[in-house]
């Protein structure tokens, strides 16, 4: 694609700006921003990729990770401010979850070793384990707040935290990873995952491609099975303190 | 008065920013039932939580059974002071796995005899026991939860505005099953209630907590002349 075809692909950020503009629907300002954010974000990646892949130095592919789970930490961080420590507990799981996923392709062989393939799978890796860490915190901290009263109950009848907590997390592990299962059911027959799909348009063999996303669709369903659960049981015990009380945020230390 | 249940001495307690008790003193007698009353936002709820160490003070020192609150193991005070919630909680499931829900928690075999007793002494048939707990009236939820607390047979029951949600055909028999326990059992009970006249009917003893405050305290006959200006305005506010 040249530079020329890339332009006239900006049709379309003007159709949604016309939209905008026609129906009054004031998201102009946001939709101007969110573009030029998205060219320069993009384009600075893909000039940094272009250097990474050319040193193919160990130290750059780290670099990289490093950058993306750091990112994704501080995104994640903001869902969970009511849980103490959460940010070392979502850094701990996004690189468990990083070693865990990269330990298994590089030590099994499946992918090499190389940035071409350690960067994007990392990407997929650590961004899908992003949204389902928000996804998990969002359902546990409003499991929490709207069951409260079960909470106590238990703890009132001497039961641990541990105990306590049990239904509430297991119910928002559950919650948080039906989007990825569910998606995968339909996945091919009602879309065709970005992967794959960017992979046929430059010409790659489509069996090929199905190869990769279903590698990445097995990748990801460990991610959220692993990023749900470590982080909440990562999680759950400094909601209480040693006396087995549930702590309130502002209030207990 | 009696010897003390649970006794609190310059008890005071935040949460968030608000001062919520503030140097709370006084006692809760063993074997009788002591009603706790005040507007709302008074920190009852507070305090009875501070009772069977949900909550632990910000300063002072309470004293349960003898033994300093600190001192306690967590499960075993919670086991011997039980407690009713408002909301009557309860977990998702039949009658019979919400009342053995406390041998479930200690990993303890049902006493099957007991549990059939119980909830014949709280007025429930055992049919009830295999009935979902979501079919339930706000009066049997109560008497469910209380006969849930029954089984651990607690030292001192906790009720926390336990009737505050019900009818008057239900208040006056979970009032009536609250007698009966305290007969048969002997058991100290300290209670919640918005309602003077029943604080004043089922008490021996009544504390009057105003803004954190403990105002008043001693023989529930206090409700109908009290001496302190607060808590007689009170008195005539929700008289009217």
Same mark, same amino acid.
């Given at each position: 694609?040249?530079?020329?075809?890339?332009?006239?692909?900006?049709?379309?950020?003007?159709? &949604?700006?016309?939209?905008?503009?026609?129906?009054?629907?004031?998201?102009?300002?946001?939709?101007?921003?969110?573009?030029?954010?998205?060219?320069?974000?993009?384009?600075?990646?893909?000039?940094?990729?272009?250097?990474?892949?050319?040193?193919?130095?160990?130290?750059?592919?780290? $670099?990289?990770?490093?950058?993306?789970?750091? %990112?994704?930490?501080?995104?994640?961080?903001?869902?969970? @401010?009511?849980? &103490? +420590?959460? =940010?070392?507990?979502?850094?701990?799981?996004?690189?468990?979850?990083?070693?865990? =996923?990269?330990?298994?392709?590089?030590?099994?062989?499946?992918?090499?070793?190389?940035?071409?393939?350690?960067?994007?799978?990392?990407?997929?890796?650590?961004?899908?384990?992003?949204?389902?860490?928000?996804?998990?915190?969002?359902?546990?901290?409003?499991?929490?707040?709207?069951?409260?009263?079960?909470?106590?109950?238990? $703890?009132?009848?001497?039961?641990?935290?541990?105990?306590?907590?049990?239904?509430?997390?297991?119910?928002?592990?559950?919650?948080?990873?039906?989007?990825?299962?569910?998606?995968?059911?339909?996945?091919?027959?009602?879309?065709? &995952?970005?992967?794959?799909?960017?992979?046929?348009?430059?010409?790659?063999?489509?069996?090929?491609?199905?190869?990769?996303?279903?590698?990445?669709?097995?990748?990801?369903?460990?991610?959220?099975?692993?990023?749900?659960?470590?982080?909440?049981?990562?999680?759950?015990?400094?909601?209480?303190?040693?006396?087995?009380?549930?702590?309130?945020?502002?209030?207990?230390? | 008065?009696?010897?003390?249940?649970?006794?609190?001495?310059?008890?005071?307690?935040?949460?968030?920013?608000?001062?919520?008790?503030?140097?709370?003193?006084?006692?809760?007698?063993? !074997?009788?039932? =002591?009603?706790?009353?005040?507007?709302? +936002?008074?920190?009852?709820?507070?305090?009875?939580?501070?009772?069977? +160490?949900?909550?632990?003070?910000?300063?002072?020192?309470?004293?349960?059974?003898?033994?300093?609150?600190?001192?306690?193991?967590?499960?075993? $005070?919670?086991?011997?002071?039980?407690?009713?919630?408002?909301?009557?909680?309860?977990?998702?499931?039949?009658?019979?796995?919400?009342?053995?829900? &406390?041998? %479930?928690?200690? +990993?303890?075999?049902?006493?099957?005899?007991?549990?059939?007793?119980?909830?014949?002494?709280? #007025?429930?048939?055992?049919?009830? $026991?295999?009935?979902?707990? @979501?079919?339930?009236?706000? #009066?049997?939820?109560? @008497?469910?939860?209380?006969?849930?607390?029954?089984?651990?047979?607690?030292?001192?029951?906790?009720?926390?505005?336990?009737?505050?949600?019900?009818?008057?055909?239900?208040?006056?028999?979970?009032?009536?099953?609250?007698?009966?326990?305290?007969?048969?059992?002997?058991? =100290?009970?300290?209670?919640?209630?918005?309602?003077?006249?029943?604080?004043?009917?089922?008490?021996?003893?009544?504390?009057?907590?105003?803004?954190?405050?403990?105002?008043?305290? #001693?023989?529930?006959?206090?409700?109908?002349?009290?001496?302190?200006?607060?808590?007689?305005?009170?008195?005539? !506010?929700?008289?009217?």
């Amino acid at each position: 694609m040249t530079y020329g075809t890339l332009a006239l692909t900006l049709i379309f950020v003007l159709i &949604p700006l016309i939209l905008s503009k026609t129906l009054r629907l004031d998201l102009e300002k946001d939709t101007v921003i969110a573009t030029v954010r998205s060219i320069v974000q993009l384009i600075a990646v893909g000039y940094i990729l272009k250097f990474v892949f050319d040193s193919d130095s160990y130290l750059y592919i780290f $670099l990289m990770v490093l950058l993306m789970i750091t %990112a994704a930490t501080l995104n994640v961080r903001k869902k969970g @401010k009511t849980i &103490p +420590g959460i =940010t070392w507990k979502v850094a701990a799981t996004l690189i468990f979850v990083e070693v865990l =996923t990269q330990g298994i392709l590089i030590g099994f062989q499946i992918t090499p070793p190389t940035a071409q393939y350690v960067i994007p799978i990392s990407g997929m890796v650590i961004g899908n384990s992003m949204v389902l860490a928000i996804l998990f915190l969002n359902r546990f901290t409003s499991e929490i707040e709207s069951h409260e009263d079960q909470i106590e109950l238990i $703890l009132s009848l001497g039961g641990t935290p541990k105990q306590a907590i049990h239904t509430r997390l297991i119910q928002a592990i559950k919650t948080s990873m039906i989007p990825t299962i569910e998606s995968q059911k339909t996945m091919g027959l009602v879309q065709l &995952p970005g992967m794959m799909s960017g992979q046929i348009i430059a010409g790659a063999d489509p069996i090929q491609a199905v190869q990769f996303q279903l590698l990445i669709v097995f990748l990801i369903l460990t991610t959220a099975a692993v990023t749900s659960i470590a982080l909440g049981f990562l999680s759950y015990p400094t909601l209480f303190n040693k006396q087995y009380q549930l702590l309130q945020e502002g209030r207990d230390k | 008065m009696q010897e003390a249940a649970i006794s609190f001495q310059d008890v005071s307690m935040k949460r968030g920013e608000q001062q919520v008790l503030k140097q709370i003193s006084g006692q809760f007698p063993q !074997g009788k039932i =002591t009603t706790l009353v005040g507007p709302s +936002g008074a920190g009852k709820s507070t305090l009875l939580k501070l009772c069977n +160490g949900l909550l632990s003070p910000d300063e002072g020192s309470i004293t349960i059974l003898g033994n300093p609150l600190e001192n306690w193991e967590p499960v075993e $005070l919670r086991t011997r002071v039980s407690m009713a919630l408002q909301s009557a909680p309860m977990i998702s499931g039949t009658v019979e796995e919400n009342l053995t829900l &406390p041998y %479930a928690l200690q +990993g303890a075999e049902v006493d099957v005899d007991k549990m059939r007793r119980i909830i014949k002494e709280v #007025g429930l048939d055992v049919d009830y $026991l295999q009935r979902d707990s @979501k079919d339930l009236s706000g #009066g049997q939820r109560q @008497k469910v939860s209380i006969a849930r607390t029954l089984l651990m047979e607690p030292d001192i029951l906790l009720l926390d505005e336990i009737t505050s949600a019900l009818d008057r055909a239900s208040r006056q028999e979970v009032e009536e099953l609250i007698q009966h326990i305290h007969k048969t059992f002997g058991t =100290t009970i300290i209670w919640i209630t918005h309602n003077l006249e029943q604080a004043g009917r089922i008490g021996h003893y009544t504390w009057v907590l105003m803004d954190g405050e403990l105002v008043e305290q #001693g023989e529930s006959s206090l409700l109908e002349d009290p001496q302190n200006d607060r808590v007689r305005q009170f008195v005539r !506010g929700d008289e009217a």
